[in-house]
């Protein structure tokens, strides 16, 4: 596997000159065949493939992955290029930045909130040709700074720029969300599917409380993005969508005065019963005790 842990080692692989130590767009074009081989960051990358040439994997899945789409990379993720070990002539652009480029700015405590850096299978943005010609603006303004005479206000640009390119990207994917709402909503379909069989089946019993990253896997979607497109489907974040059903079936099974608390708590895979009590307390304002009692 190869390990680009430098923004100089990326653009040498690729017979690109570095433009600067922590930020760098890189001609994809410029580089001579390369095997197709897995590889890791250490820093972000955000792609703009201009042509179909090859499947990009990451974990088990495959990228959504064709001419006109962006993909982004956060670090430390592995990624393959596949099929591994065929020589393919790279196209496209990747601005790429180190971590510390943005430590102790805005960006840098807030690029946790773009959730797309974690995004996998099936999720690489597809852009319009007006939302390209955005994208590559804001990337233009970035080139033009690092490629002139460094001063006091080039970092605060280079910065403002970023954060505006990942501030577009964020609104054309909410854009994406919305124009592919028929695929969104069968997903939905399928998570509501699989939630009901969690909650009605034996699992709860045997695997304990069901978590977003275990329906996220079972609909082959990274945890962000299965977080992102029920958030946009239903205003309510996958994690509170599942609590939802889990209050509700306990509120139900509550009113079965032949079983204590204790035991149905159990059944509804907590380990401790005061841990559903407490739950229970948070979501509904009373205990669970309380609650028969209403009865």
Do not use: W
């Not at 962006?70 to 971590?99: C, D, M, R, T």
């Not at 509700?248 to 035991?263: G, N, Q, T, W």
Request: a negative charge; one cysteine or more; glycine letters at 6%.
């Amino acid at each position: 596997m190869i390990v680009y842990d430098t923004i100089k080692k990326y653009a040498d692989a690729f017979n690109n000159k570095t433009q600067h130590p922590l930020i760098s767009l890189v001609d994809l074009d410029q580089s001579k065949p390369l095997k197709r081989e897995k590889f890791t960051l250490s820093f972000y990358a955000v792609i703009l493939k201009e042509t179909l040439c090859g499947d990009i994997r990451y974990g088990n899945q495959y990228y959504d992955y064709a001419e006109g789409t962006l993909v982004f990379f956060g670090p430390g993720q592995i990624i393959s290029n596949e099929p591994e070990g065929e020589e393919h002539q790279p196209y496209g652009k990747a601005l790429i930045f180190h971590p510390d480029l943005i430590k102790g700015t805005s960006l840098g405590k807030q690029i946790h909130q773009y959730s797309f850096f974690s995004y996998q299978s099936h999720e690489a943005l597809h852009l319009s040709n007006k939302e390209r010609d955005v994208v590559m603006a804001c990337i233009g303004n970035i080139v033009t700074e690092i490629s002139q005479n460094i001063d006091r206000h080039s970092k605060e640009l280079i910065i403002a720029n970023l954060e505006l390119l990942l501030k577009y990207c964020s609104r054309f994917y909410d854009r994406q969300f919305i124009t592919r709402g028929h695929v969104n909503h069968g997903l939905l379909e399928q998570f509501e599917e699989k939630l009901t069989g969690y909650l009605l089946g034996d699992k709860l019993k045997t695997d304990g409380v069901p978590t977003v990253a275990y329906f996220a896997n079972e609909l082959h979607l990274s945890p962000n993005y299965f977080g992102d497109l029920i958030k946009k489907e239903t205003g309510k974040s996958a994690l509170e969508y599942i609590q939802l059903q889990l209050i509700d079936l306990a509120k139900e099974r509550i009113f079965d005065i032949s079983k204590s608390v204790s035991e149905i708590s159990y059944e509804l895979g907590f380990k401790y019963p005061q841990h559903f009590t407490r739950f229970f307390k948070q979501k509904v304002g009373i205990s669970p005790i309380e609650y028969r009692g209403l009865n």
